[in-house]
């Protein structure tokens, strides 16, 4: 037996660019959404996100990003759960993570739907309005509770709050949902809207780009960490403490959630247009005083100890103060993030589709070079 265990990187040398994590690779066009980190700007198809967070709704949101067209009016009331989802729902362990329900239902809801090619925005409408619909459903079904249906007279976020209480939600609550919604509706090529572009660029069909992009989101460098933060306000306790505890936290080399940014260098102005409206909310979780206290002191104290690098609030430190405040539980706000996003991966599925191209990067072989089996 010959064994030539050369590297292969000898072997076949790499002739391209290699940049793992495709960092700083230009992969698509996109008229979607449009992020400066260093101005802390976010556009939706030329649109600044605090004016749609004052001015619009989800549903408006998204029909923007499917069509291109501002309708401030355009309503999305979530639509039924399909007899083979709901059959699904219920076999489900009631211990099973609300990421794994959501992405079940959007795998069983495609194979109840013709999807044809190429996905279009009456096929992203309809996914949409399903996903809060089969959310809730599951979350009511692992409390021992019966699934409520849809009310048609309510809008998406309203209805979502519906189903999961079996109750109106006031105004200010349902308003403060659409706002968290709006804020992550859209956010560039990150990995899931990538996934969910890699499969659509096979011609496969939306709910399989989605049910891809949902199983990306679930991993923990994606999801965020709203539950982190609450958990982390929880343990500061009092505004008195908040200085000595964040010292402590950061002298410990822990990080603090909800600051810092892989893109934004200034305030994220998602943080800022949560951080208005959770004011304005009429049931404000009791620790918002908290929040807004040790969020001053850890912005000075991460500016004082890390002079070099710009350490600003994030979206998801005024998110976990919406989801807490409209009543989620911290298991459910990563799945409430993935039905915020539909409205993005779907938008950019139809993108993708507009101008398809298979993605399909290179890799640097490593393994051994050639060699004859064992005998
Ligand atoms: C979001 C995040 C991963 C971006 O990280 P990044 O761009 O890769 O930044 P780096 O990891 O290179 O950090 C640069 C420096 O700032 C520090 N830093 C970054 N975020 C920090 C934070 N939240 N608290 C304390 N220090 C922080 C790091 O310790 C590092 O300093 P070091 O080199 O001396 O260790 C990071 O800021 C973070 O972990 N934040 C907390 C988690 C969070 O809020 N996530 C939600 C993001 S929307």
């Known amino acids: 037996m010959t064994d030539k265990s050369a590297s292969s990187a000898e072997a076949v040398p790499p002739t391209r660019p290699y940049a793992p994590g495709l960092e700083g690779i230009v992969a698509a066009e996109t008229a979607l959404g449009y992020v400066d980190g260093e101005a802390g700007q976010l556009l939706y198809r030329g649109y600044r996100i605090g004016d749609l967070v004052d001015r619009g709704t989800y549903s408006a949101v998204a029909n923007l990003l499917w069509t291109g067209e501002w309708e401030p009016g355009h309503r999305l009331p979530t639509a039924p759960v399909p007899d083979a989802v709901m059959a699904a729902l219920r076999a489900l362990p009631r211990t099973a993570k609300p990421m794994d329900a959501l992405r079940t239902a959007v795998s069983v809801w495609g194979a109840t739907q013709l999807l044809d090619w190429p996905p279009t925005p009456e096929q992203a409408r309809a996914l949409t309005a399903f996903s809060p619909s089969a959310l809730a459903a599951f979350t009511r079904l692992r409390q021992g509770l019966e699934p409520v249906d849809p009310d048609p007279s309510l809008d998406l976020v309203p209805g979502f709050l519906y ?4 109750k109106r939600a006031d105004a200010g609550t349902a308003r403060a949902l659409d706002a968290y919604f709006i804020v992550g509706a859209e ?7 990538f996934a969910a572009r890699v499969i659509t660029s096979t011609r496969s069909d939306i709910a399989s780009a989605v049910t891809g992009a949902i199983g990306a989101m679930k991993g923990p460098l994606h999801g965020g960490a709203p539950s982190e933060v609450v958990e982390q306000i929880h343990r500061v306790g009092t505004p008195e403490h908040a200085e000595e505890w964040v010292r402590d936290a950061v002298a410990r080399g822990e990080r603090l959630m909800g600051f810092g940014h892989r893109v934004y260098r200034a305030y994220d102005p998602r943080a800022r247009a949560l951080r208005t409206v959770v004011e304005a909310m009429e049931h404000k979780p009791d620790w918002l005083e908290l929040a807004i206290a040790v969020e001053d002191v850890a912005l000075r104290v991460l500016a ?10 994030n979206v998801e430190y005024y998110a976990a103060a919406v989801l807490q405040g409209v009543g989620l539980t911290p298991d459910l706000f990563p799945a409430t993030f993935a039905l ?12 993708q589709a507009g101008a398809n191209r298979l993605i399909r990067p290179d890799a640097i072989y490593t393994g051994p070079a050639e060699r004859d089996l064992p005998a």
Do not use: C, M
């Open 163 to 166: 189903q999961l209480a079996g």
């Open 187 to 193: 956010h560039g090529l990150n990995a899931s809207t």
């Open 304 to 313: 004082e100890l890390h002079p070099e690098r710009a350490l600003k609030t």
């Open 340 to 351: 915020a996003r539909h409205a993005g991966w779907t938008a950019h599925v139809i993108e």
